[in-house]
């Protein structure tokens, strides 16, 4: 899975207004769909855009009843389409539907340039698409991602706690971002030996501010001594998507 590059905290404007986004703020919310989606593993692009969405949809997928959808986030250098790919086997078997977007540049804006905005704009989009054609319960709506994508997806999350009840974190390391709404419950992975983002500087750091801030938080430790150490087990990626999937 894709590297990351360093995580920021939550400061800086980008000198362009990009209204509610340049805060952070997502607007799309889960709606009864109106088209549906094909089972299995595709990829999409929105109007105007040429970024491939990676979409996952289970077997037993029925519009006709409400699904746990995850907004699925890459690392650095990653692809949504490549996120999709990698994690479909867990998301079938737990029965979630995943949404795997792309970043504009090389990974999310607030982590690469130190503001919120085209992402944010762009995430939008693809949520509004999402819930036009994915029958989502809104209690099971979660944003997750990995390294970069874990460190977005705890930032974004964190301040749009009203619309994810849920956010997974694989390897991030990511302060606490201004002005948080909500109150999502939290899981937090990492690996014990990953040399990218090391889980001192990063989980161990934020997990005890999280759970001060009253934040009901889930913290796994995994060893990780091959390589880099920057990467998610079966075993963890099993157990983030079951946690997911619960009611």
């Known amino acids: 899975m ?84 990698d994690f479909q086997t867990y998301a079938e078997r737990a029965g979630v539907v995943i949404i795997a977007p792309s970043s504009r540049a090389d990974t999310w804006d607030r982590v690469a340039v130190g503001y919120y905005g085209p992402d944010v704009e762009y995430l939008d989009r693809v949520l509004r698409w999402t819930f036009d054609h994915v029958s989502a319960d809104p209690t099971r709506l979660t944003i997750a ?61 934020l997990v005890p501010e999280l759970r001060l801030r009253g934040y009901s938080v889930e913290f796994l430790e995994y060893p990780s001594a091959e390589g880099d150490g920057h990467f998610v087990t079966p075993e963890i990626a099993e157990r983030a998507f079951a946690w997911i999937a619960a009611r």
């Open 145 to 205: 991602g990995f390294s970069d994508g874990a460190t977005y997806s705890l930032l974004l999350g964190l301040k749009n706690g009203d619309l994810f009840p849920r956010i997974v974190a694989f390897a991030p390391c990511a302060r606490m971002p201004t002005e948080p709404v909500g109150s999502p419950r939290i899981m937090i992975a990492h690996g014990t030996d990953d040399q990218v983002l090391p889980i001192e500087e990063c989980s161990r750091a």
């Open 2 to 85: 894709a590297l990351a590059a360093s995580a920021a905290c939550d400061t800086g404007v980008s000198g362009v207004d990009y209204g509610v986004h340049g805060w952070g703020r997502l607007t799309a919310r889960v709606q009864p769909a109106f088209d549906t989606v094909p089972a299995g593993l595709a990829f999409q692009t929105l109007p105007a855009d040429s970024r491939r969405i990676g979409v996952f949809v289970p077997r037993a997928y029925d519009r006709q009843t409400t699904w746990p959808v995850v907004l699925l986030l890459h690392g650095s250098y990653g692809s949504g389409a490549d996120m999709a790919s």
